[in-house]
């Protein structure tokens, strides 16, 4: 849990949260934020 969220996430998550930290231009942050928001969920 964080800041009252609850994330359910996989390998997937693990990967681009991976990307993000060694080379933050290969991700698309939009995208990135859709997909966080998906598998959030407020408690």
């Known amino acids: 849990m964080m800041n009252g969220y ?3 996430y996989g390998d997937e998550i693990r ?3 991976h990307r993000f ?3 933050e231009a290969a ?3 939009d ?3 859709i997909y966080f928001r998906a598998c959030a969920r407020r408690n």
């Open 31 to 33: 995208t990135a934020v």
């Open 15 to 17: 990967a681009l949260l």
């Open 6 to 8: 609850t994330f359910d």
């Open 27 to 29: 991700v698309d942050t």
């Open 21 to 23: 930290a060694t080379d």
